[in-house]
């Protein structure tokens, strides 16, 4: 790796001074696990790298009185699939967060960058975005807020100025009645790198039936992206196979994905459709109260009773 | 804050504890964990594998969490805890992990080894009693070349019972 500068800021202020000071030549660190990995391969090339693990805004999760949740944009994978609040309040997020790489990655990526490494991808992005999550950003000339399914607009291009930090992530407040499930299509079982992805929101009314959703893909286009069309699908319904069948052909027709190493266009038009419509029966059973297994604990689920 | 100039490479002085032990030692920002350890503290029981992440060899666990010490800085290990293969068997005698694998013979060029032994002794640590598939599972970050895996997810549970029954 080419010698770097490091600095350690303490608050968020200071951070933003040492990005501004060098645009586009200092980058936030957080897990490293995306970052180091460019710098060592020559792909990004800075002068100053800046630890924000340093900064209790960035490092904590709070759980707020109105019941929304902030996330520290540096928290790394294991701290946040060990809080109770989002284990209880969004499933989905524990669903992509435990399948982030493998354990040791887990013990050093963050949500933040995830985000922010703004890879077609990602696969925390669609569960934030499906939760409506918010990114909260601090620059020089203040503080600002954009949704995280608008923060990506293109292969690792965001919304970020050079000068910017990502602060925290916020969560809404959790609705009774709703829940969230993602999954991906990977080739092995765990470590790679999501084929085609699905992260879809349900909430229900009283009867049971759909009353709102989100549904988002990624790594079928430049950027994760929401389907408004599989959200009318289910919206109205109790998710009947007929509607999740609807949901799924609008994710095919919503995906626009290439064909590369992992795979084919054809394949990835396929797969959007086969995760929307299990990550839409994942949330609406979840939804009902149901248990419904992340990938990460469907091998037990599978060894359940197995004598070993 | 600690802050070097790219230009001049200046080292920075980086104390950390690990295996135990107060160590100092010297780094140039530019220069991993894994770097570190082998290059400037001779502790060469670490391997480097992939160096992106991939391959588990250069398993440690830092501040009681299992990590890829080629995405640390070694700077980034400052005041930190960090435990190394080295610190994995009791003084004079073996972790039930390394009794395990030489028992199942569950290594044959031995570069992964001591990436999944650190990986597995933290499993083990946090689950005494994992399922095959939770062994596989957690084991997922590290990659061999040489056994198929089979022997390894052998020792493990083999491991575990020594652990939780003697033997």
Same mark, same amino acid.
């Given at each position: 790796?080419?010698?770097?500068?490091?600095?350690?800021?303490?608050?968020?202020?200071?951070?933003?001074?040492?990005?501004?000071?060098?645009?586009?030549?200092?980058?936030?660190?957080?897990?490293?696990?995306?970052?180091?990995?460019?710098?060592?391969?020559?792909?990004?090339?800075?002068?100053?790298?800046?630890?924000?693990?340093?900064? /209790?805004?960035?490092?904590?999760?709070?759980?707020?009185?109105?019941?929304?949740?902030?996330?520290?944009?540096?928290?790394?994978?294991?701290?946040?699939?060990?809080?109770?609040?989002?284990?209880?309040?969004?499933?989905?997020?524990?669903?992509?967060?435990?399948?982030?790489?493998?354990?040791?990655?887990?013990?050093?990526?963050?949500?933040?960058?995830?985000?922010?490494?703004?890879?077609?991808?990602?696969?925390?992005?669609?569960?934030?975005?499906?939760?409506?999550?918010?990114?909260?950003?601090?620059? /020089?000339?203040?503080?600002?807020?954009?949704?995280?399914?608008?923060?990506?607009?293109?292969?690792?291009?965001?919304?970020?100025?050079?000068?910017?930090?990502?602060?925290?992530?916020?969560?809404?407040?959790?609705?009774?009645?709703?829940?969230?499930?993602?999954?991906?299509?990977?080739?092995?079982?765990?470590?790679?790198?999501?084929?085609?992805?699905?992260?879809?929101?349900?909430?229900?009314?009283?009867?049971?039936?759909?009353?709102?959703?989100?549904?988002?893909?990624?790594?079928?286009?430049?950027?994760?992206?929401?389907?408004?069309?599989?959200?009318?699908?289910?919206?109205?319904?109790?998710?009947?196979?007929?509607?999740?069948?609807?949901?799924?052909?609008?994710?095919?027709?919503?995906?626009?994905?290439?064909?590369?190493?992992?795979?084919?266009?054809?394949?990835?038009?396929?797969?959007?459709?086969?995760?929307?419509?299990?990550?839409?029966?994942?949330?609406?059973?979840?939804?009902?109260?149901?248990?419904?297994?992340?990938?990460?604990?469907?091998?037990?689920?599978?060894?359940?009773?197995?004598?070993? | 804050?600690?802050?070097?100039?790219?230009?001049?490479?200046?080292?920075?002085?980086?104390?950390?504890?690990? +295996?135990?032990?107060?160590?100092?030692?010297?780094?140039?920002?530019?220069?991993?964990?894994?770097?570190?350890?082998?290059?400037?503290?001779?502790?060469?029981?670490?391997?480097?594998?992939?160096?992106?992440?991939?391959?588990?060899?250069?398993?440690?666990?830092?501040?009681?969490?299992?990590? +890829?010490?080629?995405?640390?800085?070694?700077?980034?290990?400052?005041?930190?805890?960090?435990?190394?293969?080295?610190?994995?068997?009791?003084?004079?005698?073996?972790?039930?992990?390394?009794?395990?694998?030489?028992?199942?013979?569950?290594?044959?060029?031995?570069?992964?080894?001591?990436?999944?032994?650190?990986?597995?002794?933290?499993?083990?640590?946090? +689950?005494?009693?994992?399922?095959?598939?939770?062994?596989?599972?957690?084991?997922?970050? +590290?990659?061999?070349?040489?056994?198929?895996?089979?022997?390894?997810?052998?020792?493990?549970?083999?491991?575990?019972?020594?652990?939780?029954?003697?033997?």
């Amino acid at each position: 790796m080419d010698n770097v500068e490091y600095v350690r800021p303490g608050s968020v202020s200071e951070a933003v001074a040492l990005l501004a000071e060098k645009p586009g030549k200092a980058r936030a660190l957080a897990g490293g696990t995306d970052l180091l990995v460019q710098l060592k391969s020559g792909r990004r090339q800075i002068d100053r790298v800046v630890d924000v693990k340093g900064i /209790p805004d960035l490092t904590e999760i709070r759980v707020n009185a109105d019941g929304s949740v902030l996330i520290g944009a540096a928290v790394p994978c294991f701290k946040v699939y060990s809080h109770p609040a989002i284990i209880a309040g969004y499933p989905g997020v524990i669903d992509s967060v435990s399948i982030v790489g493998g354990i040791a990655i887990q013990g050093r990526a963050s949500l933040g960058g995830n985000l922010c490494n703004g890879a077609p991808s990602g696969d925390t992005i669609p569960s934030m975005a499906a939760a409506g999550a918010v990114a909260l950003i601090a620059g /020089p000339s203040g503080s600002r807020e954009v949704p995280v399914a608008e923060f990506c607009t293109g292969p690792g291009q965001t919304v970020l100025h050079p000068d910017e930090l990502l602060v925290a992530i916020r969560l809404p407040a959790p609705r009774a009645h709703s829940a969230s499930h993602y999954l991906r299509f990977i080739p092995r079982n765990e470590m790679d790198i999501a084929v085609a992805g699905a992260g879809a929101w349900v909430a229900l009314d009283s009867h049971g039936v759909v009353t709102e959703a989100r549904v988002f893909l990624t790594s079928v286009a430049p950027t994760p992206i929401g389907v408004p069309d599989a959200v009318k699908a289910v919206v109205g319904t109790r998710g009947e196979e007929s509607a999740l069948d609807a949901a799924a052909a609008a994710a095919r027709a919503a995906a626009k994905p290439i064909t590369d190493m992992r795979g084919t266009i054809a394949q990835r038009v396929h797969l959007s459709g086969v995760m929307t419509k299990r990550a839409l029966a994942g949330a609406i059973a979840r939804a009902r109260g149901e248990h419904v297994p992340g990938a990460h604990e469907a091998h037990r689920v599978r060894t359940n009773g197995a004598a070993h | 804050m600690v802050a070097v100039d790219a230009h001049s490479a200046t080292k920075v002085v980086v104390e950390a504890t690990i +295996n135990g032990q107060s160590v100092q030692f010297l780094a140039e920002p530019r220069q991993t964990l894994l770097e570190c350890l082998r290059d400037v503290l001779s502790m060469t029981g670490t391997k480097e594998g992939c160096s992106d992440g991939n391959c588990g060899a250069c398993n440690v666990v830092m501040d009681g969490r299992l990590v +890829n010490s080629c995405l640390v800085l070694g700077v980034e290990a400052n005041g930190q805890s960090i435990t190394t293969i080295e610190g994995i068997a009791p003084v004079g005698g073996l972790h039930p992990l390394q009794t395990a694998f030489l028992e199942e013979a569950a290594l044959q060029c031995g570069i992964c080894t001591p990436g999944f032994i650190v990986s597995a002794s933290e499993l083990l640590k946090h +689950n005494a009693h994992p399922s095959e598939d939770e062994v596989r599972f957690w084991l997922s970050g +590290n990659l061999c070349r040489c056994t198929g895996y089979d022997k390894i997810v052998r020792a493990v549970m083999h491991a575990s019972d020594i652990m939780r029954v003697g033997h």
